[in-house]
């Protein structure tokens, strides 16, 4: 088929889709299957070094800048291609036409840069000013709330606003422009879409699988310092003697604590002339060996203060703290509910000088 027979392409619809679904998509839309297919595997290989930059217990703070730098190189080049490769498949004459107006396709991806910006570029000046300023309302009053739930919530109905302003935007454009009324809302809904999937994303991943936590106290000194900031891991995670956890205390439901786990259910624990006794057997090794563990002159309950043995009920852990001096822990608050345990503290990110595996 001629090149002037097939059906002419949007150049900034490319970008769009190159954008907001997938590097390369843009390509496709184009024709320009290899390229694309290049751009979406090397998108897609960067990804994940990414990923394993950041989560792994090998990757460092620098790794994630490299393929960070790396992931926006490519995906800026990957614009720039998916706008020539539909370029180079229009005819002279549908170029032409496509220069006379304003392109309502690049009013849509000003839009979803900045809503309002696109309605400036198609001389709207006054509505795309005021779509400015309520988006600016809109995103910095929804990251003030003060509530996680409302919050969470507010960012999700971001993306619904980009994508009603993206519609305007398409009805702002030149009547001889326009697309068909199923593009514009395909393309809407996309935009919606690609806003609300990164939130989603990073809420299932923190919920379920790693977050970060950052740690205040010095009840883990000298493994963890104070301003640490840490990786926890969530998913099928099962309570080993040693790990560093992240729980809830019982006494302090809106905190989050870190410690290391010394008992697990059934168990019975003594912490007596500087050691921690499990079912009578000193532990040293690791961190039992090198820390000394202190009873304290306030218990949880007598037993500790006297060195008698305790038995952690069923379905229960014993947490203390490696500074034991200044830890408040199991010590105080007894043994913890196994389901309140939210993950094992695995990794140090932050402060770089300190990065690598907690132990």
């Known amino acids: 088929m001629e090149q002037d027979q097939l059906p002419a ?3 900034w ?15 496709f839309y184009a024709r320009a299957w290899l390229a694309g297919t290049l751009f979406l595997l090397l998108f897609l290989g960067l990804l994940l070094g990414l990923a394993w930059s950041a989560f792994s217990v090998a990757g460092r703070l620098h790794h994630v800048l490299l393929f960070t730098a790396a992931l ?31 392109d309502p396709f690049l009013a849509v991806f000003l839009t979803n ?11 709207r000046w006054l509505l795309g000013s005021l779509l400015i300023l309520i988006w600016l309302m809109i995103w910095f009053g929804s990251r003030m709330l003060p509530d996680d739930a ?62 970060s936590y950052n740690v205040p106290t010095g009840a883990m000194s000298p493994t963890i310092q104070p301003g640490d900031v840490l990786l926890g891991r969530k998913l099928d995670y099962v309570p080993q003697r040693g790990d560093v956890v992240v729980f809830v205390p019982p006494d302090a439901p809106g905190d989050l604590y870190v410690m290391r786990l010394a008992a697990l259910g059934g168990e019975t624990i003594e ?29 949880f309950e007598t037993w500790v203060g006297e060195g008698r043995p305790y038995t952690v009920p069923p379905g229960h852990v014993f947490v203390l703290g490696d500074c034991s001096e200044r830890s408040r822990d199991s010590r105080f608050f007894g043994a913890l509910p196994a389901s309140d345990l939210i993950g094992q503290a695995y990794k140090r990110y932050w402060p770089p000088d300190r990065q690598g595996p907690v132990k």
Not at 72 to 85: D, E, G, K, Q, Y
Request: aromatic share 6%.
């Open 9 to 11: 392409k949007e150049p």
């Open 13 to 27: 619809l490319a970008v769009i889709l190159s954008h907001i679904v997938l590097p390369g998509v843009g390509q």
């Open 72 to 102: 926006l190189v490519v995906v800026v080049l990957n614009l720039f291609h998916a706008h020539r490769s539909a370029r180079k498949r229009n005819p002279e004459a549908a170029e032409q036409a496509r220069r006379d107006n304003k």
């Open 113 to 123: 840069l900045l809503p309002g910006l696109g309605h400036l570029y198609l001389c």
């Open 150 to 211: 409302l919050r969470q919530t507010a960012v999700l109905l971001v993306p619904v606003f980009v994508g009603a302003v993206c519609l305007l935007a398409f009805r702002a454009a030149p009547a001889q422009r326009r697309p068909a009324p199923q593009v514009r809302i395909l393309v809407s809904l996309l935009i919606v879409a690609s806003g609300m999937t990164p939130h989603l994303g990073a809420m299932l991943i923190g919920d379920h699988v790693v977050a």
């Open 271 to 299: 912490i007596k002339d500087g050691g921690v006794f499990i079912d009578g057997r000193r532990l040293t090794d690791g961190v039992w060996g090198r820390f000394r563990f202190v009873n304290l002159g306030k218990p």
